[in-house]
């Protein structure tokens, strides 16, 4: 059963993309319009708070934990903060399909218009149908002193509420409900993969369909727009994979990197971006409007957002079952570059899960080896768990084809 959200001075309810930038316009600094007629907000915040973030579960959950009566006093203190404040309230699905959709809300102060903005473009719209299942709510506004960084991540995942002190980062919204589905997707037999998902036509004609698994500066997201061969994107970061190799989508729009966008490249990433109608944060844009995509000087965590309607793609209802999984492991020293995995090795390396941080997880990741075992910097528990409900689910998927890249 869904919380009641907590009273507000005023609260608007499913505002437009035009009346939010108006907002965002008339009281929001750091806000530079950009030679594409879009939005750049400079935030404080430039990725990801991992150590701020806190789990609140009955169940053994081998992450960072609070007791139920320390959060009840944070949720007090954030509900009285909201109580005179002007809420912007966007609701929507995470995922599409009628069979494997979630109700989600996120419940936000107006003065930080462009977060709720970005969220709305991610968001499947709701139906008559919709209930609200998974609840995140935001106070940028409202730091959390003697906490990391004196801002707080409240992950409550028996009411399904997260909560949000002191963060003025996109992320923290899109990670919100994502960090919950994991959860959601895990008790339902499945697991919640960080990957993109795209089509393409096999010598025979017929629809196929490939996960990417990677993180952050591994070739995930370019490896999934990349439209060589008549193949299209599908999916930009999170999927559910089910026994029999069905796979369910989450989001109706990118969350997109842009340092380092090049229209070349990326041609479809770049072209999303670019538009009017897109949303930007951190992202390098001189004075005059001008963006420079290769200026890190501030961070190179800059991001965007923008529906996929936006761009050509395939529909993410009624996706074929996968294919192929691939593997994306960033280690320069190791060879081959591509090798196909048997059952034992993929849950292996899948558990491996080497990389090199970068701006996604802040300063203190950056240019480090690392290793994140599923891909999932967002998994809700114990990784072991991961790796054996992959081979689980990889034992129900005979004729599925694993390599590691």
Known sequence: MSIALPAARSVAVNPTQAQMREWVLEHMPRITETE???LNYKAEVKARLASSTFFIAEEEIYQNRMPRAEHDEWAARQDEYIADKDMILIEGYIGPDPSFQTGAAL????TQANIPAMQQQLYFPKDGNWTREFTVI??????????PNDRLNLVDLENYVTRVFGSDYFGESKMGGLRMWNHLVYKRGGLALHSGLKTFPDVNGEEKVALILGLSG???????FRQQLGSLPVQDDFNALMPGGYVYTTENGCFAKTFGLDPDDEPTIYGGTTRPDAWLENTHVNPDGRVDFFDDS??????STFGLAS???RSPVDVPPASYLLLLNRNENLIPAVAKLK???AAAYFMLGETKGTSAGGKEEMGKNLRVPGTNPFFFNNDAMQGNRLLELLETMPDLEVSLM
């Open 107 to 110: 419940y936000m102060e107006r």
């Open 138 to 147: 935001y106070t940028p506004g409202l730091p959390a002193p003697g906490k």
């Open 343 to 345: 059952r034992e090795q």
């Open 36 to 38: 594409f007629g879009n």
């Open 218 to 224: 591994t070739g995930k997201t370019t490896t999934t």
């Open 298 to 303: 501030d961070t190179a965590n800059g991001r």
């Open 311 to 313: 761009i050509r793609h």
